[in-house]
């Protein structure tokens, strides 16, 4: 997964920002596929642990593996209070550090996007998950189209800043998953357009959510160009509160052979 190290580097801004959108995301995914307890499951790709977590409270695996191939983020999502329960490596998707046929189910959580060789993850998905069990997605949309941070990405052209753009710009459309699927072996293939709210205390609290690792490299007049900007770029406030309207694409498939 290369180009990306600087955009994982830190952490703690990565789960201040993305996590808490992705968060919004996973509880309306879970929803969506409606599955049962006691199932044994894998994050890959887990990141700082977001999506780990809403797995843990909303359908009591028996069993919770996840990897992901940043060491640092495998380790913050490592010192979350619940992370004691749950087998966190660090591995990639080619070469998933985990047995076969492990688990019932695995989730990418936004993350097929970021994998340049995605035959290549789904065919490992694949071996470590049981035949007849499931593998399931969901990513962003391509950029405005409800992506979360769309109202950023304006804000920075219209304050002309320099912006270093988040990783992973294909499959980003349910057609796109679906082929990715299909040519994987994958059957019973169903997919959601997942309508999804972000709503936050005050314009600060949206601002500290969206703004990432971007400012680090803008100059403290630059910094307050580009929240003049998305004061603009926003919808307007109910009282204080701004609240987003945005979408996820999902999938899911059977694993050949069950």
């Known amino acids: ?7 994982f580097a830190d952490s703690a801004a990565y789960d201040r920002g993305m996590g808490r959108f992705s968060r919004v ?16 499951c894998l994050d890959a790709g887990c990141g700082t642990g977001a999506f780990t977590e809403i797995l ?3 359908i009591a695996p028996a069993a919770l593996g996840a990897f992901d191939p940043h060491e640092g983020q495998a380790a913050f999502a490592r010192s979350k209070p619940w ?5 966190i490596r660090v591995g990639d998707a080619a070469a998933i550090p985990f047995d076969d046929a492990a688990f019932d189910i695995a989730f990418l959580a936004l993350v097929i996007q970021f994998i340049p060789y995605p035959l290549k993850a789904l065919a490992e998905l694949a071996r470590v998950v049981r035949p007849g069990g499931e593998v399931a997605a969901y990513v962003w949309p391509g950029r405005g189209d409800g ?8 804000a920075v052209k219209l ?27 994958f059957s019973a293939i169903e997919t959601a357009d ?7 205390r005050d314009f600060e609290d949206c601002w500290s959510a969206m703004k990432g690792q971007t400012v680090l490299a803008l100059t403290a007049a630059e910094i307050e160009r580009l929240k003049a ?30």
Do not use: C, N
């Open 159 to 185: 304050a002309d800043v320099a912006y270093d753009r988040r990783p992973g710009t294909t499959i980003r459309s349910i057609a796109g998953m679906v082929d990715v699927f299909r040519d994987a072996g």
């Open 83 to 87: 992370a004691g329960g749950v087998e």
């Open 1 to 7: 997964m290369t180009g990306q190290k600087d955009f």
């Open 229 to 258: 900007a998305l004061r603009q770029t926003l919808p307007k406030p109910h009282d204080s509160r701004i609240v987003l309207a945005g979408r996820a694409y999902a999938i899911r498939g059977r694993v050949p052979g069950g």
């Open 194 to 200: 997942l309508a999804l709210t972000f709503e936050f």
């Open 25 to 40: 995301a996973g509880e309306s995914f879970l929803d969506w596929l409606d599955l049962p307890p006691g199932l044994k």
């Open 56 to 58: 843990l409270d909303r």
């Open 147 to 154: 992506h979360p941070v769309a109202p950023f990405q304006e």
